[in-house]
C-alpha cells in the first residue's frame, strides 16, 4: 500500500477475456487476496494471453500445459479437477499418447531404442531431451565440441512423474477404462524400469547408462537440464516415493490387493533409505554421484518436493525450513546482488542457496559469457535461475511443506507474499511482452519487439523462470485449494479437510470437476456478527508511531469470540507491529470495562488481523476497538461511507464512515481442560504446561492473575515436541491484562502432538493459575523456570470447527479441525 490517502487495489484482468478464462476462487472473506489469485490463475494456470490488457499490454503469458512427459504430474494436478478449457481430458490425452519403450499400442508402436523396456520418453518425439544445442545450418559453438556434442542427454525425472500424473488423474476421474488402459502400461514402467533397470527394489532409483553419473563429465539427468544430477539423484527418488504409493492404489482399484501391499511395502521402507543416502544434517543433497559423493548446493527444488511427499520425519522437515529461513550465501550478481536471503526474489526462494561449482555445471545452453569468463563457468550466482535465481513454481512446495509440517499461518506468509509480488510489478511477472524495459544483452535497434525483458525489480528473464514455457507455474494458484481449502481425491472419494490460516474466515472454489459432475465448494471459519468489510475503501486514516489512537465502535448481532482489523503498513511486509485492544460498555459508553489487549507482530501489508477475545455474549452492549502504538506508520482502512451502527474516531476526533472490522463467531469445542485452582504461581522468570494434543487446535485459554494491577502483561509462547526437542510455533504479546482471566490466544490450527505453553517476559505483576492436586495424565505436568511442578496449571485447548457447504449436492455440514468431509460422487 503506498503511503497515500488514496490507494489502488490490484485489479481484476482488465479485458474481457476468451470464452475459456474462468475466475474459479469465487469468493473468500479477502477480496484484496481472491482478486490477484483468480488473476495468477488465469495468467499462470490456464495461459491467457493478455493482448490488449491495461495490465500486461502484450501477446505472450504462459503455456496452459507442459504436454511433454516431465509434466505428467505437474499437468494432471492442474487441470484434473476443473473443466475449464476442457483441460482435463487434453491431459489426459498428453498421456495416453506418451512413449513408453517397449509398451506396444494400436496408435502408437514404441520399439526399444537405446533406453530398456519401461523407459518413459523425455520429449513427444524424441527419447532424449532436446539439449544437443547444435543447431543445423549454424556454426556449432565451441560449448559444444566437449560434453554434448551431436547428443543429446537422458532425463529420468519423467519416468516416476508418468505414474503420478496417471493417478491423479484416475482419483479425479475414476475412469475405470482409463485404468485399464493405463496400468499394464505403469507396471512396466514400474518393475520393468524402475524396481529392474533402475534397481528400485532394493535400494535408491540408479540413472543407468555411464552418461548420467552425476561427476564433473557427467549429464544432466532433470528438467533442471545445467545441472549434472545423476547416478542417485534426489528429486527423481522423490517423485519415485510417490510412485510407489500411487501403484498402491492403482493395483487396489484394479482389484490386485497383493501387488499394492507390495508396493505400499516398499513405499514404506523408502524414506529411511533417502535418509541415508542423501541426508547432509539440515537438508537432503541434490544426489550421490558414481563414486559416493554427495553434491550439496543447497537445492531448494529437491528439498521441498521431499517435504510434500512427506519424505522427512517432522524433525528433519524443521531443519529444512529452518535452513530456508536463515541467510545462505551471497548473491553474487544480478538484480539482488549480495543479498543473503534465500528469498531474494521474494516470491519464491532460490533454486539454490550454494554457488554451484563448474564441475556440477552443464554449459549446453549458455548465454554468451561475461568478458573474461569462459563459455563453460556457471552463470554468476543469482543471475540464472538454475543458480541462484529461481523458479515461480518452487513456491507452490514451499507453501504446502509449510502447510505439511508446520501450519497455515507459515504457508499463509508465503502466498500472500507470492501474490503480492506478482500485483506490484507492472507485468505480472511476465516476460517477452511488447513493451518491456529491454535486456541489456539485447542490442539496441534490435528488430524483435518481444526483447527479452526485465520486470519492475530489475530482474532479467535468466534470473527467475515464471512465464512462457514454465506452464508449472500456475500450481501455485492451488495451493488455495488443494491446502488451505484441503480439497482432495483418493480412492475412497472426494475430501475436504481445511487447513485454513487465521487471515481468512471463508473461501470458495467453483467448478470442481468430480467423477465428471461440478460442483462448487466453500469453506467457513467463522461467520461475522458484525462488520464493515469493504475493501475498495478511497480513504485511510494513517497513525504514526506515538500518534493518537484509532477507534471503532461496535454493536454485535449476536455472541462473538474473535475480532478482526484490515491494515495497511506502506509495503513493510514483516516485523510490523501494533497494540490492539477491545472493550464493552453496558451503559452506551458512559464507562468502559477492557476485555483484552494484544501486541500484534509480523503484520503483513493490507491484510486481515483476527484476535481471539474471551466469549462475549449476545446482548445491546457498545463495543470499541482501538489500534495505537504502531512500530512502524500503520493504516487502518475506512470506508468513508459505511453507515454501520458504530463510529470510527481519530484520538479524539469524529471520521466520516467506518474501519474495516468484524466481529467473528468462530465455533470452537473444548479439547482439553484444566479449570481447578488451587495456587496463583508467580511469574518469576517463565511458568509453562506440558499437554498431549490427540486432535488438532487453534486456540488455547491461560487462567491469570495481575494482583489487581490494570497494565500488567506477558509473552506466551507455544512450542511443538518433533521428537527431538521443543520448536516454537506461536509467540504472543499480551497488555494490560485483566485480573483472574482467561487469556486467550489464537493461531492456526496446530497438529496433534506434544505442546509446551509458557509464558515469560513479565511487565508488572503477573501469576498463572496451578490446580496442584489436579491430574490430568502422566504426560501433562506444570512447569515453573523449566522444572516441573505438582499438579496442572489452569488452562483450556479449544479445536476449531468448519462449515463445509457444497450448493449442488445440499451440503451445508460442520467439520471439526483435522477431520474430513467426503463425497463419493
Known amino acids: 500500500m503506498k503511503r497515500a490517502a488514496t490507494l489502488v487495489l490490484a485489479a481484476s484482468l482488465a479485458v474481457s477475456p476468451p470464452a475459456f478464462a474462468t475466475d474459479p476462487f ?23 494471453h493478455l493482448t490488449g490488457s491495461a495490465i500486461n499490454p502484450g501477446n505472450l503469458s504462459n503455456d496452459s500445459y507442459g504436454g511433454i512427459p516431465p509434466w505428467s504430474e505437474w499437468d494432471a494436478m492442474k487441470f484434473a479437477w476443473t473443466n475449464d478449457y476442457i483441460a482435463r481430458d487434453k491431459v489426459k490425452a498428453f498421456v495416453e499418447d506418451h512413449k513408453v519403450n517397449g509398451v506396444y499400442t494400436p496408435v502408437n508402436p514404441v520399439p526399444v531404442l537405446v533406453q530398456p523396456t519401461g523407459y518413459v520418453w523425455s520429449w513427444s518425439l524424441h527419447e532424449g531431451w532436446l539439449d544437443n544445442c547444435v543447431v543445423e545450418g549454424k556454426p556449432v559453438p565451441p560449448r559444444c565440441l566437449d560434453s554434448h556434442a551431436l547428443t543429446r542427454s537422458f532425463h529420468f525425472d519423467q519416468v516416476p512423474a508418468y505414474i503420478n500424473g496417471i493417478h491423479i488423474l484416475y482419483l479425479w476421474t475414476r475412469d475405470a477404462a482409463f485404468l485399464n488402459l493405463m496400468l499394464p502400461r505403469a507396471e512396466v514402467v514400474m518393475d520393468s524400469y524402475m524396481l529392474g533397470t533402475m534397481q528400485g527394489a532394493s535400494g535408491l532409483l540408479v540413472t543407468p547408462g555411464n552418461t548420467n553419473n552425476g561427476t564433473a563429465t557427467g549429464r544432466p539427468s532433470t528438467y533442471m537440464d545445467q545441472i549434472r544430477s545423476g547416478h542417485k539423484d534426489g528429486w527423481v527418488n522423490a517423485s519415485f516415493y510417490s510412485a510407489l504409493r500411487a501403484m498402491g492404489d492403482l493395483e487396489e482399484a484394479a482389484g490386485n490387493p497383493s501387488k499394492a501391499l507390495a508396493y505400499r511395502n516398499r513405499a514404506a521402507s523408502f524414506p529411511a533409505q533417502y535418509r541415508a543416502e542423501l541426508w547432509t544434517g539440515n537438508r537432503y543433497a541434490g544426489w550421490r554421484d558414481v563414486n559416493g559423493v554427495r553434491h550439496d548446493a543447497g537445492y531448494t527444488y529437491v528439498n521441498l518436493p521431499a517435504l510434500v511427499r512427506g519424505l522427512p520425519s517432522p524433525a528433519d522437515a524443521d531443519r529444512v525450513l529452518e535452513w530456508l529461513d536463515s541467510p545462505v550465501a551471497p548473491s553474487e550478481g544480478g538484480a539482488r546482488n549480495g543479498s543473503t536471503s534465500a528469498y531474494q526474489h521474494v516470491f519464491a526462494p532460490r533454486s539454490n542457496t550454494l554457488p554451484v561449482t563448474t564441475d556440477e555445471w552443464d554449459h549446453w545452453s549458455n548465454p554468451d559469457p561475461a568478458p573474461g569468463h569462459s563459455e563453460k563457468e556457471p552463470r554468476a550466482y543469482g543471475t540464472h535461475f538454475q543458480n541462484g535465481g529461481t523458479f515461480l513454481w518452487v513456491a507452490y512446495y514451499d507453501i504446502m511443506a509449510r502447510l505439511r509440517y508446520r501450519h497455515a499461518d507459515d504457508a499463509m506468509v508465503k502466498f500472500q507474499r507470492m501474490l503480492t509480488q506478482m500485483t506490484r510489478d507492472a507485468y505480472r511477472l511476465t516476460y517477452d511482452v511488447k513493451g518491456m524495459p529491454w535486456h541489456p544483452a539485447v542490442p539496441e535497434g534490435d528488430p524483435d519487439p518481444y526483447a527479452r525483458g526485465m ?3 530489475g530482474e532479467l528473464k535468466d534470473e527467475v523462470g515464471t512465464n512462457g514455457e514454465f506452464s508449472e507455474s500456475g500450481l501455485n494458484a492451488l495451493t488455495m485449494l488443494y491446502g488451505f481449502m484441503g480439497v482432495s481425491a483418493d480412492l475412497q472419494g472426494l475430501h475436504v479437510k481445511p487447513e485454513m490460516p487465521t487471515a481468512l474466515l471463508h473461501a470458495s472454489v467453483a467448478d470442481v470437476n468430480y467423477r465428471g459432475t ?9 461467520e461475522a456478527v458484525a462488520q464493515q468489510d469493504r475493501e475498495d475503501t478511497l480513504n485511510d486514516i494513517a497513525t504514526e508511531v506515538g500518534t493518537s489512537s484509532l ?8 455472541a462473538f469470540n474473535e475480532v478482526g482489523v484490515r491494515v495497511g503498513t506502506y509495503a513493510v511486509d514483516s516485523g510490523m507491529e501494533f497494540d490492539l485492544s477491545l472493550e464493552s460498555s453496558s451503559n452506551q459508553g458512559a464507562s468502559w470495562a477492557p476485555i483484552v ?25 457498545v463495543y470499541r476497538l482501538t489500534m495505537r502504538a504502531p512500530s ?24 466520516d464512515g467506518d474501519f474495516s472490522f468484524r466481529a ?41 492473575g495481575t494482583y489487581v494491577t490494570s497494565t500488567s502483561g506477558f509473552t506466551a509462547k507455544l512450542f511443538r515436541d518433533n521428537g527431538e526437542g521443543w520448536k516454537l510455533m506461536a509467540k504472543q504479546t499480551f497488555k494490560n491484562v485483566v485480573d483472574n482471566s482467561d487469556v486467550p490466544m489464537n493461531f492456526a490450527s496446530m497438529k496433534p502432538g506434544r505442546y509446551y505453553l ?8 503477573i501469576a498463572w493459575y496451578r490446580d496442584s492436586a489436579s491430574n490430568l495424565g502422566p504426560t501433562f505436568w506444570a512447569a515453573q523456570n523449566g522444572i516441573s511442578q505438582p499438579g496442572n496449571r489452569t488452562f483450556q485447548i479449544f479445536r476449531g470447527q468448519y462449515t463445509v457447504k457444497v450448493p449442488e449436492r445440499g451440503v451445508s455440514t460442520p467439520v471439526l479441525a483435522g477431520d474430513r468431509y467426503t463425497m463419493s460422487n
Open 26 to 48: 469465487q469468493t473468500s472473506s479477502r477480496v484484496s487476496l481472491t482478486l490477484p489469485l483468480n488473476e495468477y490463475w488465469n495468467i499462470y494456470g490456464l495461459g491467457w
Open 632 to 655: 512502524s506508520p500503520l493504516a487502518w482502512w475506512r470506508n468513508q461511507v459505511s453507515t454501520v451502527p458504530g463510529v470510527a474516531i481519530q484520538g479524539s476526533t469524529m471520521l
Open 551 to 558: 477507534t471503532q465502535t461496535f454493536f454485535p448481532a449476536a
Open 597 to 621: 489487549t494484544r501486541r500484534l507482530s509480523g503484520v503483513q501489508n493490507n491484510a486481515w488481523v483476527y484476535m481471539a477475545v474471551p466469549p462475549q455474549p449476545a446482548n445491546d452492549w
Open 664 to 704: 467473528v463467531q468462530a465455533p470452537q469445542s473444548v479439547l482439553l481442560s484444566q479449570t481447578g485452582v488451587s495456587v496463583p504461581d508467580t511469574l518469576n522468570g517463565t511458568l509453562g504446561q506440558v499437554f498431549d494434543a490427540a486432535q488438532p487446535f487453534d486456540r488455547a485459554t491461560l487462567r491469570i
Open 758 to 765: 509458557e509464558i515469560g517476559d513479565e511487565v508488572g505483576s
Open 518 to 526: 461440478l460442483r462448487s465448494i466453500q469453506v467457513i471459519r467463522g
Open 455 to 457: 520486470n519492475s525489480f
